[in-house]
């Protein structure tokens, strides 16, 4: 499963990234074809409204989805990973008000958070990354924290404790690499559920915005046309995002089972 | 502890949650950079008239001051003033929340009926070719987003072969308290409505179109039933008692459904909790899609409108909903598994 989902991934990369030398047709570019026309051989995948070619799109319409689901997962990795780390060092003092407060965020509908969030906040690759990683930040907080509070009372962690290591050695230099694991496994998956947040935004008018084609402003775009009977203009993109998502679903279903042989018989 | 007092304790923990949760959003509309009423209304607006709409609507106040004011009116269920229409947003949510119920409750049912028989199924046939199968379906469902698969769902049934509605709830404008198919509206759930008015055309109606994005929404959530039930079910069938039933003789059926599911179940409860807040989230695309008017509906034109106070006044209501709901389920749950009132 990891090998499916990290062959989709790294092919989906490598083809935004060389998306300037395979795309047939330049992916802004308007009229290249008829509006709305049905996928042919000079348009494998059709056009949309404006004329611009879908296959081109897709090629290139990556980029926006990766940067924000990328820097999402940045913002929680280094925002929720220390927070879970101290918390379940420290004592309750520390401990219960941040647990309080990641269980509230936890608990609140994800996508509607993100919503306020998004819709304060404005248009923006920063932005949105911001607005959908509040959601996941209280995932990796809670994922850490129980973690370390079975890995602290271990005795590895005690024989450095007596040796004289400092806490932060403890928590940083011992501690956080048993952790690290599952913080691939929830990475991986939190990706994947990016991604998808990110296309419900955009396709609720929340999106980037930016002039470059991307695959979810792609789905919003295409609804009209879809109503009239245009369905290549949002199966392809839709299929793009679904395909991206996966690969990142695979990859953490597959790390998941790998490090939770419990679940094997 | 007993039932009583583990429900007392856990129904006073709802209360520090809801208020954090409350005082969250407040924050991120009050204080997050831009002048709500300001962005409103735009640049335009000659800054006496922008004075006097703030002070209508209460924000000429210092902070503290409105968020006292904020929370004393949502204890008597004020959500605050709309910027567009200048009405109270709690009456504007509650007529829009009868139709996000009915989407909820229909899309649940599709989730835990796919979702646990499709888990039983595959644990049964642990690591066969079905198996895999089942679970491929799982990881694509789950990744497909909720409001593709509705469009998906539009064009082959509702666009290529129009056997079902594309859109809306029922046919024709529904005025609320009005009638329908003859049908006067009392809940709002149109389904409930027609049924007490022992009206069976619009119960025929009213179901054809919940099909659909019942279908796309239901089968979204239920990818996590699958796999919880899945994974449940392999552990519960590890276990010794299955053994022994198994050794005893008891038909394999029995074994599976007595032994096994009952004990699998359990947690597909919880999940039902807290797959709720993922439910609502996906219910705001789902009723994008299927011109659905909940509070999903509510929410988008507020985002155009730039309605920060509406904003806020459902996305509160979601939080104190979900929060309502997974206290309900944490009750249920202790009451039908007595090992979890530590």
């Known amino acids: 499963m990891?090998?499916?989902?990290?062959?989709?991934?790294?092919?989906?990369?490598?083809?935004?990234?060389?998306s300037p030398v395979i795309a047939p047709h330049n992916p802004t570019a308007l009229s290249v074809g008829p509006a709305d026309s049905a996928p042919s051989l000079a348009f494998p995948m059709g056009t949309n409204r404006l004329g611009e070619d879908i296959f081109s799109r897709m090629i290139a319409g990556g980029s926006t989805m990766m940067e924000v689901a990328g820097l999402s997962v940045l913002i929680c990795f280094l925002i929720g990973v220390p927070l879970g780390l101290v918390a379940g060092y420290s004592r309750r003092m520390v401990d219960s008000p941040l647990s309080l407060l990641m269980?509230?965020?936890?608990?609140?509908?994800?996508?509607?958070?993100?919503?306020?969030?998004?819709?304060?906040?404005?248009?923006g690759v920063v932005n949105l990354s911001i607005a959908i990683a509040v959601v996941y930040i209280p995932t990796y907080?809670?994922?850490?924290?129980?973690?370390?509070?079975?890995?602290?009372?271990?005795?590895?962690?005690?024989?450095?404790?007596?040796?004289?290591?400092?806490?932060?050695?403890?928590?940083?230099?011992?501690?956080?690499?048993?952790?690290?694991?599952?913080?691939?496994?929830?990475?991986?998956?939190?990706?994947?559920?990016?991604?998808?947040?990110?296309?419900?935004?955009?396709?609720?008018?929340l999106g980037v915005n930016v002039a470059a084609p991307d695959w979810g402003f792609d789905i919003y775009y295409g609804y009209q046309s879809l109503l009239a009977g245009a369905w290549w203009t949002v199966l392809f993109p839709g299929l793009m995002v679904v395909l991206l998502a996966g690969g990142f679903t695979f990859i953490g279903e597959g790390l998941s089972e790998v490090l939770n042989p419990r679940l094997r018989r | 502890m007993s039932l009583k007092s583990y429900i007392i304790t856990r129904a006073l923990l709802t209360i520090p949650t809801v208020l954090l949760l409350v005082t969250i959003v407040f924050l991120i509309v009050r204080v997050l950079p831009g002048d709500p009423a300001l962005l409103h209304f735009g640049k335009t607006v000659n800054p006496t008239a922008l004075a006097a709409v703030k002070h209508a609507l209460g924000l000429d106040v210092p902070i503290y001051a409105q968020y006292y004011n904020y929370i004393t009116g949502l204890f008597q269920g004020n959500l605050g003033i709309a910027f567009s229409n200048e009405q109270p947003v709690a009456p504007q949510i509650l007529s829009a929340f009868p139709a996000t119920l009915e989407l909820s409750i229909g899309s649940m049912m599709v989730a835990v009926i796919v979702g646990v028989l499709l888990g039983v199924r595959s644990s049964r046939k642990y690591g066969s070719v079905e198996d895999v199968v089942i679970r491929t379906f799982g990881v694509v469902v789950y990744s497909i987003p909720v409001f593709f698969l509705g469009l998906i769902l539009i064009s082959v049934f509702a666009i290529a072969f129009h056997i079902l509605p594309s859109g809306g709830r029922i046919e024709g404008l529904v005025p609320t308290g009005g009638t329908i198919f003859g049908v006067h509206v009392r809940t709002g759930l149109y389904t409930v409505d027609s049924v007490l008015a022992g009206n069976l055309g619009g119960l025929v109606d009213a179901l054809r179109h919940l099909v659909l994005p019942c279908t796309a929404l239901g089968l979204y959530i239920s990818a996590v039933f699958l796999r919880i039930t899945r994974s449940n079910m392999l552990e519960a069938l590890g276990q010794e008692y299955v053994t022994a039933a198994k050794a005893r003789g008891l038909k394999e059926r029995t074994v599976l459904f007595s032994y096994g599911l009952r004990n699998g179940l359990l947690p597909v409860l919880t999940i039902m909790g807290?797959?709720?807040?993922?439910?609502?989230?996906?219910?705001?695309?789902?009723?994008?899609?299927?011109?659905?008017?909940?509070?999903?509906?509510?929410?988008?034109?507020?985002?155009?409108?730039?309605?920060?106070i509406a904003i806020q006044g459902a996305v509160v209501f979601f939080g104190i909903l979900v929060s309502l709901v997974s206290l309900v389920v944490d009750i249920l749950y202790a009451y039908l598994d007595p090992r979890i009132r530590y």
């Open chain 1, 2 to 18: 990891v090998v499916i989902g990290i062959a989709i991934v790294v092919f989906l990369v490598a083809m935004t990234v060389l």
């Open chain 1, 103 to 123: 269980d509230s965020l936890y608990a609140f509908p994800g996508l509607v958070l993100a919503i306020a969030i998004a819709a304060v906040l404005g248009r």
């Open chain 1, 141 to 205: 907080f809670r994922v850490v924290r129980s973690q370390v509070l079975t890995i602290k009372e271990l005795p590895f962690v005690e024989a450095v404790k007596v040796e004289g290591g400092g806490t932060l050695n403890v928590l940083f230099r011992q501690i956080f690499p048993n952790v690290l694991p599952s913080i691939a496994v929830i990475a991986s998956i939190n990706v994947a559920d990016s991604v998808i947040t990110e296309a419900g935004l955009t396709y609720l008018g």
């Open chain 2, 274 to 308: 807290l797959e709720f807040a993922g439910l609502m989230g996906g219910a705001i695309l789902t009723e994008t899609t299927f011109a659905w008017n909940g509070i999903g509906t509510y929410i988008v034109t507020a985002i155009t409108d730039r309605d920060y």
